[in-house]
């Protein structure tokens, strides 16, 4: 076994262990408590078959829940673990559980594991119990392709009867594809059967083939259920090959003030849906603008959506920047999207400038979009310098699209008028055009002429050239 310790963003030890040296657990939990007695945030990592067994990672738990008596969050990981098979799972749940009491916040991450239909009851049933202070739960079943839609509806049950109490709850069952759209179902009708004092939802499913309109009509109809007191909402739907527009509209249909009156962060993600069309986008903009007027962050990723082009960025320019203007965060993300180009990149930056005066954080992927060359470049920076005068975070992916020196010249004229720029991210790799010297004039340039900058990367060949 190995153990790492390092310092997360929170300057948090967190624990990796990945394979199988014996030690004592004892003394290992011992010098934790010793070196850390204060701890409130403890990660677990049990990374592959060589893992130690399940009547191990018991007492680890255990003893950490016992003897830190600060712990408030617990992060569990286990990845293509033998132990998590038969009962060991519900094993390991329970040892949560019974020693779980003062938790606030617990995440378990399962992926590639042998977890049944049979067996998720059991863990759903034995995790959940006795966290009776837990406000937040996420639960990450990623690739684990035993569980069927039986399986999925079975464990949101189980967690709703005893955890229907907390305010912010994670689901991702990415790549879990046997669940298939109708255990998309049950998940959305478990969730707004279950969960009524929700502040903040994340439901995701990246890699399903098949996601049916009925399978978001129920997702629709479970934020019409919990949506009054939601602040922040993530959807994911990403790489679906059946994900229509009709699906797509019976969610944007939920998004009204009536049923989100109270949200301020939105994240919705469908890269890779090819299905989705402007007509799509336009009606998911039309909502978000003219219904969620209290949103303060707003995340569209529609990263490889073939059908998505310049029309599509109309839309999303009338209905959603203009209509948004106290928003304070967006990002939007077209990589790969060929049709897109720089009359899309033109009608976003045009309407930035002029509505969003206000907006403090703003990260803009162009990247791998072909027809996107200077012209877009220049329109967008010089839309910036012109009305968003407190801007302090920017990032910009200019990757893989057609710029040249000129492209440069534009983003160092421009961006070093933005004096209350604090961060500061480009990147410009695979732009064959621009030479390294002329990467060395930007960054130095913007070096100089920014004053308040505290970060500052440039990308260009893969490299980070300045940071």
């Known amino acids: ?99 779980g009491r003062n938790l606030t916040g617990l995440s378990i991450h399962i992926s590639e594991c042998k977890l049944t239909d049979e067996n998720l009851p059991v863990f759903a049933e034995n995790v959940s119990q006795n966290l009776t202070n837990l406000t937040s739960f996420s639960i990450i079943l990623d690739s684990c392709l035993a569980i069927t839609a039986q399986g999925a509806e079975s464990f949101v049950n189980k967690i709703g009867s005893n955890l229907g109490h907390i305010q912010k709850l994670s689901i991702d069952m990415s790549r879990s594809k046997s669940i ?26 990246v890699g399903f083939k098949e996601i049916s309109d009925k399978a978001c ?64 986008v336009q009606s998911l903009s039309n909502n978000i603008g003219q219904h969620v007027n209290k949103l303060e962050s707003l995340t569209l990723n529609l990263s490889s959506c073939g059908n998505f082009s310049n029309d599509g960025a109309k839309a999303i320019a009338i209905g959603i920047i203009k209509n948004l203007v106290k928003l304070k965060r967006f990002s939007i993300q077209v990589r790969g999207c060929d049709k897109f180009t720089n009359k899309g990149a033109e009608a976003l930056a045009n309407n930035i400038a002029k509505y969003w005066t206000n907006i403090e954080e703003l990260n803009i992927d162009f990247s791998k979009c072909i027809k996107v060359t200077d012209q877009a470049a220049k329109a967008l920076v010089t839309g910036l310098a012109r009305g968003l005068k407190n801007l302090k975070n920017l990032s910009l992916n200019f990757s893989g699209c057609e710029l040249t020196i000129k492209g440069t010249e534009a983003l ?11 961060r ?44």
Do not use: W
């Open 412 to 422: 160092r004229s421009n961006i070093r008028q933005l004096g209350n720029l604090k």
């Open 217 to 280: 009509e129920a997702i629709a109809n479970s934020l019409k259920q919990i949506g009054g007191q939601l602040r922040g909402l993530a959807i994911t739907l990403a790489d679906s090959e059946t994900l229509s527009n009709k699906g797509l509209e019976y969610i944007a249909g939920s998004l009204v003030v009536k049923i989100l009156a109270n949200l301020q962060r939105l994240n919705i993600d469908l890269q890779g849906c090819s299905k989705i069309t402007d007509d799509g």
């Open 180 to 205: 298939g759209s109708q255990g998309i179902e049950a998940i959305a009708n478990g969730v707004s059967k279950h969960f009524e004092k929700l502040q903040d939802f994340s439901l995701k499913f």
């Open 1 to 99: 076994m190995t153990i790492d310790f390092f310092h997360s963003s929170y300057n948090l030890p967190s624990l990796r262990i990945n394979g199988a040296l014996k030690f004592s657990i004892q003394a290992f939990i011992s010098t934790i408590t010793h070196s850390f007695p204060f701890l409130s945030s403890l990660s677990l990592s049990f990374i592959g078959p060589n893992s130690p067994p399940s009547k191990e990672i018991q007492v680890i738990i255990s003893l950490a829940n016992k003897n830190l008596t600060q712990l408030r969050n617990l992060s569990l990981e286990f990845c293509q673990n033998p132990f998590m098979e038969n009962t060991g799972a519900g094993a390991i749940a329970q040892s949560i559980s019974k020693n």
């Open 424 to 467: 500061l991210y480009m990147d410009l790799s695979l732009c064959n055009q621009i030479n390294k010297e002329e990467i060395e004039i930007l960054g130095k340039n913007l070096v100089e002429g920014l004053k308040n900058l505290q970060e500052f990367t440039v990308v260009h060949d893969s490299r980070r050239d300045f940071v």
